[in-house]
């Protein structure tokens, strides 16, 4: 079954750190991209941090120099480290895999909840 299985989410207080994880399914072949959005209630969906096959990486202005993406290409997994939350990181967090022949792949998302 083709599919991304996301981990790590939950309730932290302001400053703290969690560190998100998303593993893509064995059956997932040929993958591009790997990146973190997120969905605030009321908002759109939007870019945190995504990787290429490459290791360059790109991040949404607002989790700069806070949020640092990286990937386990042995494992096809992609991680979010999420350090000096704030209450605004509120969100339900999605994986997103690309690939260059199957398109993308999403994973059910994972909710992080930042306290004051």
């Known amino acids: 079954q083709e599919q991304l299985v996301e981990s790590g989410g939950g309730l932290v207080q302001a400053g703290g750190s969690l560190r998100l994880s998303c593993a893509a399914s064995?059956?997932?072949?040929?993958?591009?991209?790997m990146g973190w959005y997120r969905q605030a209630p009321g908002k759109q969906r939007e870019l945190v941090a995504d990787?290429?096959?490459?290791?360059?990486?790109n991040y949404a202005d607002s989790v700069k120099g806070r949020f640092t993406i990286s990937r386990d290409y042995a494992k096809n997994m992609v991680y979010l480290q999420m350090n000096s939350l704030k209450p605004e990181d509120t969100a339900v967090y999605y994986c997103k895999c690309g690939t260059y022949y199957k398109g993308d792949y999403w994973g059910q998302g994972t909710q992080v909840t930042v306290s004051s």
């Open positions: 064995g059956s997932i072949f040929s993958i591009a991209n």
């Open positions: 990787i290429t096959s490459g290791g360059s990486t």
